[in-house]
């Protein structure tokens, strides 16, 4: 399944939006318009319907309810997410969740549900508040998608958020993790654990994952010919790499000597190749070398083709969206705005679609689009 469509009200910077989406989107816009902001509702969804989450949870990591909500909410506070999943793009809608969140006026302003509702083929099977909801306020204070006992009907909704992966590997953290040796943040979005994971997969894909990994290192990082993962004597796991060089024997290299751009390209490389969920990427162009990032939406079109996974990419990358093969379909536009901002595709502003029809890649027609009005004053800034 792929979430065809998301709405949203009173989210984080966004008053208002409504957007069609489809299997590969890239969310472009100039800083602090909000691309992580958005990516961060689907990770939301995530983490109310993953086990040990819940709504409160998932409020409460993100510093509660007055921290979501866009500051241009006025008289409609709530904060309002309603997604529609789809087989394909093209394909009507076989689920539809909505839900819509408040905050108690007063006491311990717990956040409470507005509202809770889903369609399974345009038939509504939830309806909340319900009968029992109206008895007992208390059970408001939790969605019907984290609780087993009550999601039945809909358990492919739960199962399908529960899925959604998110990683935006920082290799400071791979390679120094005696620096950080908190219990970290829950589900490792920054991969302080990602070689545990790697660890953790079951040897036979575990090998073919590095397998294919390697041979894509390869190519992109001179003199490296061999990857493979290994335990030190406490037993703890390292990847471990083989370089040639001047000397007969070809040295060994361990993650903690590896660049910021091979680290950031292994966690690339197995995210995508990591299950079938939908995948979030925030700008994976980090660290990596143009031509490399040229070439990573023809190695996600490629991995779609066999997985059929949605991916969600956040970027400021012109080698990234230079790639003719990116459609405008595939392109969200983030525009600031007073009253929050403003969400399009970039197929349907008239301009852009003009510019892509006359053979300019995403990356001439949208990114100057993104350039701050005002960047010209930084050449006299003193």
Not at 149 to 173: G, M, T, W
Not at 221 to 241: C, F, M, S
Not at 246 to 258: C, I, L, N, S, V
Not at 346 to 375: F, K
Request: net charge positive; proline share 6%.
């Amino acid at each position: 399944m792929i979430i065809s469509r998301l709405i949203l009200k009173n989210w984080r910077n966004f008053a208002e939006i409504n957007v069609e989406l489809g299997e590969r989107i890239f969310f472009v816009g100039p800083n602090a318009s909000g691309k992580s902001n958005l990516l961060d509702v689907f990770r939301f969804l995530r983490d109310i319907a993953k086990p040990g989450g819940g709504l409160q949870k998932a409020v409460e990591d993100r510093g509660g309810l007055s921290k979501i909500r866009c500051l241009a909410a006025r008289r409609h506070p709530d904060v309002e997410i309603e997604v529609h999943l789809s087989q394909s793009p093209d394909e009507k809608q076989i689920w539809k969740y909505a839900l819509g969140i408040k905050q108690e006026s007063r006491g311990y302003r717990q956040p409470f549900l507005s509202y809770e509702k889903v369609w399974h083929n345009d038939n509504q099977i939830l309806n909340r508040p319900d009968e029992n909801d109206n008895v007992d306020k208390a059970r408001l204070t939790q969605t019907h998608i984290e609780q087993v006992n009550a999601n039945l009907k809909f358990r492919d909704i739960s199962k399908f958020f529960e899925s959604i992966l998110y990683l935006h590997l920082v290799p400071q953290l791979l390679r120094y993790p005696e620096v950080y040796s908190s219990s970290g943040i829950p589900s490792d979005p920054f991969g302080r654990s990602f070689l545990e994971r790697v660890a953790r997969t079951p040897e036979p894909t575990r090998k073919s994952k590095l397998k294919k990994i390697e041979e894509a290192l390869r190519i992109a990082v001179p003199q490296l010919k061999q990857l493979t993962d290994v335990k030190d004597e406490r037993g703890v796991p390292h990847l471990e790499a083989v370089y040639e060089h001047w000397r007969p024997k070809a040295g060994k290299q361990r993650e903690d000597q590896f660049s910021d751009g091979t680290l950031r390209l292994i966690g690339l490389l197995w995210s995508l190749l990591e299950g079938e969920s939908p995948l979030l990427l925030e700008e994976p162009e980090l660290s990596l070398n143009a031509g490399i990032v040229n070439k990573i939406p023809a190695l996600i079109y490629r991995i779609q083709r066999q997985k059929k996974r949605q991916i969600f990419i956040s970027t400021h990358s012109y080698e990234l969206l230079s790639d003719k093969g990116v459609g405008g379909k595939e392109v969200v536009t983030l525009t600031p705005g007073v009253e929050g901002t403003s969400v399009t595709v970039a197929a349907s502003i008239r301009e852009v679609q003009d510019l892509l029809q006359g053979g300019m890649s995403v990356a001439d027609a949208v990114l100057p689009r993104t350039t701050p009005p005002n960047i010209s004053q930084l050449e006299i800034f003193k």
